[in-house]
């Protein structure tokens, strides 16, 4: 085979195999979006679904109206003067975390409000079966092509509204209705309100917003707050507040709930923001788990103070350079030698001598008067005599008189046969 033929198909099997990993991917891949066109009441969309409008008119005439985009768990109870009293949640696209719920039933039970606009009740998400919120809410946009014992299957999950109302239902969407509401929650006790679902069972809660017979607006008190549900999310929208006067109602509902601030929910609509890695680290260590890793880390820095551990190798210290006595003999001797002090090298070299001796008799020794053990030093006579000898070239030196270089080894040699042999 030709090195060009076999580069072409090596060429065409990798771009073939990359073509067919892409398509993989694309299978595994989550499924879309059913909402190609993002139809909800959000406070970011300026459409009919959009709830933008309701930002607008509650920003001039309530004291606080602003977006929340954070999990609900984050949310500052009312006891906290400054925290919001409302909490406004319209046609929610994600569900409740159990987490997020028990915040928010101690965020009630403090007295705060919840208006919550949803056609499926707000699903929670199981722990054991994460799927089942997620189905819930899509079984909730299929709902038009459901028939009645779907809607009733559906009602059966547990949903935010049925821990605290749990016999209440919705009816199926119908056509657009504009109409005269009357209740205790609009002011003057009626308005025109357009809506398109209603609540086909209420529970127990008391009914405060209904046209006719059919029921918009539901309260049901929890702890020192409530909840207020609204049977339909597109109560809120910017197309129904334009054509009735649903904005009158919601303004009125937050107005006259505590200091009248209030939050519209975006974080479940898919608009959570983003946060630094400092701020999930802080919200991390306020958790139980985050408590356990910071006193982890407290114990250790203990034991590494308590036993003196360092991070790293364990390292010896330097060992201290040590020369060989040979070296320094030489360098010595190179001394001497370029300052031609033979004389004062003798005088050394008999100093150490006597050094050596002083200790084996265990007392100060004089090369140069060695009589205090006459009877020892006859019993050596060769040591006498190379000590004797070593003395006359230590004379000859001290007296200026020039030693020769075999002079002078001898006295090296004398001394350091006798160091060796000790007199005894």
Known sequence: MRPQTRNWLTATLAISLLVILAAVLGSLTGQRNPDPFLRRPSTFFTDESGARALLLVMKRLLPSAEQ????????????????????????????????????????????????LATENGWAVRDRSRPGDAEELAESAREAPEKD??????????????SRHAPRMQWSKPEKVHNQRAGGGSLPGGELNLQWRRKFSATDDGKVIAAAGAAVLGVEIPVGRGRIVALSDPSVVSNGALREADNAIWLVTLAAGWGNGKVLMDEYHHGFGQRRSAAALAWAFLKTPWGW??????????LYLFGYRRRFGRVSEPPAPARSSPLELIEARAGVFQAAAARALAAELIVQNLAQDLAQAYGKPVNIFDLNHQP????????AAKQLGALRALCAKATRGEKLTDQEFVNVGRMAGEIAQKPLP
């Open 375 to 382: 009877e020892a030093m006859s019993k050596s006579d060769g």
């Open 292 to 301: 356990c890793v910071l006193q982890v880390i407290a114990a250790g820095l």
């Open 68 to 115: 929340w985009r954070r999990p609900l768990n984050s949310l500052a109870l009312p006891s906290d003067q400054s925290a919001p009293s409302t909490l406004i949640v319209a046609g929610p696209e994600k569900p409740i975390t159990q987490t997020e719920a028990e915040h928010l039933d101690r965020w009630l039970a403090e007295g705060g409000q919840l208006i």
């Open 148 to 161: 009645t014992q779907d809607l009733k299957e559906t009602a059966r999950k547990e949903t935010y509204l």
